[in-house]
């Protein structure tokens, strides 16, 4: 009939009115400032910088590759290289950023730097609490503000970082193995070269391949 | 014998402190004075309880929805209407360049004043009544109509296409539904024989088994009441018939070059407008300031207009939170082809109800009648209307 529905509506909102006294269930307001739910895992605010150990400057993985500055969509990194090479967590020279500015009023948080970084040096934050008084100089963070460590990564995302932490440590393996098979060669060549030098050969080096 | 002096001294209570106010003053001013603080009683009233109703509104459709509303200024948010207050005050007030600066600032106060004007008919309580006037109810719907004015200058002088077409979105809604608004109100007039408010509330303040003669309790008032709070609702522009602000879905509408302190006085017409055409409302067709029972009446009269007045304002809040908006045809619609031929009907069952004399049969025809009306308009209307569970063809 008409005005059946209406009825039926102002029903339902009466009852939602009184029980909203009555149950705590039906409230699912959150008042923030003084209650807060833990972020979700999967929550993305602002890039961060990870190094590892305890000294960020010495341990941060960037090595100033500037892909992650090329591929931004809105161009809110600066970087710049380092003239010199300091040797990274895997004992190699690699540049290192001498700056690294992000700009997170231009920042979109789409995490494309994220996916392209080949060093696992550049992930998400889930602070989301950055409201500052400045609006140019506050919201551009530099590579100090932006350098957190691998603990607090993990503490953030944890699942991502040991999955992170367990690819490293294979690249090292691998790295280390590879070393120790360059370390061999050298020895068997040195080796062969002495015992060369034993048989009174002309000092000349043996061609590759022999 | 004391009791029943205590029962009179606050029931008389205001009028008793009126004439104590005005009794310093010599003799010739006291008729102005008079006026003068009664006036000022109303119009420093009326902006507290919309004050309070903007808080207790945004509250009451908080929890509707399942949710807190403010909650931070002061105990329970109550501060919240200062602080919204202190911020319209301290707003820039923009007018644009091209407007016509004049009628621009006009249209607001001009709304203001034509909605308190209403009050100065209303009985708010046994002999609390501005100006008891003979035609009393003729003059609220002269300064009711006076309304729609504001609101088209305010349109026309912003100078801007979105403001305009809202001026005229918002006239045509008013205009239209003033028409059953009057006719529903008339029905009241027919019985009581007069357009006297303290009249109507002295034909209804009468008692048969302790039961109350009100309006609302006859097949007429009660259709005549329903058909006065679809037409109110509609006339003060509030959900679910708040097209003309829309605040959703639309630019403003007729306020949208108003900033500042203006659209503050808009705001306040409109929630002023509410509790003035609640007031008229619980006089037509509530009984006014008359108690519910008869064993209630030694409780203030005032207590009881204000407390009905209030359950009206509840009601529109409940409405509020509950239905969705109506589109503008849909609107138009309902006023010409629903809303106002009932009116029509209401009239003649009212004459007839006022003709039948006593007795049971006039309940039963009247209600018949009524009943019948509502039942064939609902099932012609709803025929083409295809209601039911919505067939998507693109999603799902």
Redesign the interface.
Known sequence: ???EG?LK??A???K??F???VSSE????V?YPEQRIAPYEAARVFPFLVFDGKDWEAGMRCVACQICEKECPPKCILIEKSKDKKPDALGKPQFYPTRFDIDISVCMSCQICVEVCPFEAIKMDTEFELSTTDRFGGLLLDRKELAKSNEYYHGIHPAEAAGVDARLAQEKAKANVKSKAAAEVTATRAAVASAIKGAEVPARPAPEGV | MSTTLFTVTADQFFVLLQHWVVSFLPGSWQPVAATVVSSAAIVLLFPILFALTTVFERK?LA??????GP?RVGPFGILQPMADGIKSLTKEDIVPTTADAAVHFLAPVLLVVAVFMGFAVLPMGRNMVLVDMDAGLLFYFAMGASTELSVFMAGWSSRNKYSLLGAMRAVAQMISYEVPLLLSAVTVVMITGSLSLTKIVAAQDQYSYGLPHWYIFTPWGFAAFVLYAISTTAETNRSPFDLPEGESELVAGYHTEYSGFKFALFFLAEYVAMFSISGLGTTLFLGGWSAPFAFLSWVPSWIWFFSKLMMSIFVFI??R???PRLRQDQLMNFAWKFVLPLCLLNLLVAALWRFMGDGWLRWVVCSAILVLA??G???I??RSKRLGPRSYRYAE
């Not at chain 1, 039906?26 to 307001?29: E, L």
């Not at chain 2, 929890?63 to 807190?68: K, V």
Request: proline content about 0%; overall charge positive.
């Open positions: 009939m008409l005005g209406i509506g102002l339902e909102t009466a939602n009115f029980g909203s006294y039906r409230m699912t307001t008042e | 009451g929890r509707i929805q399942n949710r807190l909650n409940w409405l939170g509950t239905l509502y039942v308009m609902g099932l209307g709803m």
